[in-house]
């Protein structure tokens, strides 16, 4: 079992930066493949980002490709999200996931609100 926690959501002002957390507890973390989706209000989750297990390879949603970063730190059990530039459309609860691969969602946090007004 992993278990996951993000941290790092909040308010923010369009044009505004935040960088969200997911702290992995559990088995050993650089065995899993990261990554994030989002779920806003009346839509279905959609993939923000991913991230091997090494951190060679990252993937994004075009949306969000040249604003959004997504990196891990093996030895601290933490993949990040920077986000910047965010726009009012970015607003969604996001949440991160873990599996053997990325496009395996085995394990997912409980999310965090990220609300960008304009």
């Known amino acids: 079992q992993v278990q996951l926690v993000e941290s790092g959501g909040g308010l923010v002002q369009a044009g505004g930066s935040l960088k969200l957390s997911c702290a992995a507890s559990?088995?050993?973390?650089?065995?899993?493949?990261m990554g994030w989706f989002r779920q806003a209000p009346g839509k279905e989750r959609e993939f923000v980002a991913s991230?091997?297990?090494?951190?060679?390879?990252?993937r994004y949603v075009d949306s969000v490709k040249g604003r959004f970063t997504i990196s891990r730190d093996n030895a601290q059990n933490t993949v990040y999200l920077l986000m910047n530039s965010l726009k009012p459309e970015d607003t969604a609860v996001y949440y991160c996931?873990?599996?053997?691969?990325?496009?395996?969602?085995?394990?997912w946090g409980q999310g965090t609100q990220v609300t960008v007004s304009s």
């Open positions: 991230i091997t297990r090494g951190g060679s390879i990252t």
């Open positions: 559990g088995r050993t973390f650089s065995g899993y493949a």
């Open positions: 996931y873990a599996g053997v691969t990325v496009i395996k969602y085995e394990y």
